[in-house]
């Protein structure tokens, strides 16, 4: 059980700060569009990226030294650049939740949170490589693999479904607006971090 804990403490801490597959959960959930399908992807790429992790592939770091590097500035690059485009939205500001907006269709949702989460290097440098590593540590690798997915599955849904709550306060701009602005900003420290080595 220890193991399982350790993992679902980590997989939580590493998922619950705020980044573009997460705002795109939110943003769904705000909506009510496609909030099931949104939270699976999300949820079930994490659980298949824990495993790899777990499994291995963490190693392949090892074995293969200027990846990590590369991965790092990968994902500095990617986080800079969507949280360019955020802050952009926040500076413009015209977003607004109406009653009943639905986001596009189901495949559109779908494809669009497959990229957030399968083209974000960041998500491979914790769920594979940082997980992958830590789990390294543990007797009972697949306690703290499950313990890690299901923190994925738990904040994905509760984010997904819990963003109900939020409805009424999405309804005007200017929390559009700050919500933005708290993304742009953590996704440029996060960036800023990458770059940094750390």
Sequence with gaps: MHAAFAGLALGLS?????GAQNAFVLRQGL???HVLAVCMVC???D???????????GALTT???WLETAMRWAGAGFLGWYGARTLLSAWHGTQTLAAGQLAGSLSGAVLSCLALTWLNPHVYLDTVMLLGAVSASYDNKLAFALGAMGGSFLFFFSLGYGARALAPVFARPVAWRWLDLGIGVTMWAIAARLVLGG
């Design 63 to 65: 074995a293969v030294p």
């Design 14 to 18: 590493l998922i619950v700060a705020i």
């Design 31 to 33: 909506m009510r569009s």
């Design 43 to 45: 949820a079930v790429s």
């Design 47 to 57: 659980a298949v990226l824990i495993a790899a992790g777990v499994a291995g592939f």
